[in-house]
């Protein structure tokens, strides 16, 4: 078995910090939830703004992160503007593995890094222990 590896843009704030983001379509397909009332102490304005979970193809991995980062880069400018209201803002990349002797090893090019930080994201690693219902990252261009 192969591990599979999944991915999602994620950026959690308040509204005020949210909305030019969700303005401007910034993340295709994202949802834009509000997450405050369903913690243990309620937060009214806490709200959340994500793209769906993608899968990345193993042997594609850098090509394929940066294809989906490069799709999103209409973030860059809006959170490289004005970070206020915004607690965080991540690129999560989620291993999950299908059997107990799986282990991740795997890479980023600094070209696919760069892109990364240039969007104003964070790079979280979360692994998955369950497969969720998740589309294949079709990219565009493989360079």
């Known amino acids: 078995m192969q591990m599979r590896i999944l991915g ?5 704030g308040n ?12 993340i295709p397909n994202g949802i834009y939830s509000a997450v405050g009332l ?8 806490r709200w959340s703004y994500k793209s769906p979970l993608y899968r ?16 999103h880069n209409a973030i860059g400018p809006i959170l490289n503007a004005d ?9 999560t990349f989620c291993p999950v593995a299908e059997s107990e002797d799986e282990w991740f090893s795997g890479y980023l090019q600094s070209p696919t890094l760069m892109v990364l930080g240039n969007l104003g994201l964070g790079l979280e690693i979360a692994p998955e222990s369950l497969m969720p219902e998740a589309s294949y990252w079709i990219a565009d261009d493989l360079r």
Do not use: H, M, Q, W
């Open 8 to 12: 999602t843009i994620n950026v959690c």
């Open 15 to 26: 509204s005020a910090g949210l909305r030019p983001l969700v303005g401007a379509a910034a």
């Open 38 to 45: 369903k913690r243990r102490i309620p937060d009214v304005d």
């Open 56 to 71: 990345f193809r193993f042997d594609s991995l850098d090509a394929e992160v940066r294809s989906f980062l490069l799709a």
């Open 83 to 91: 970070r206020s209201g915004i607690e965080f803002a991540y690129f």
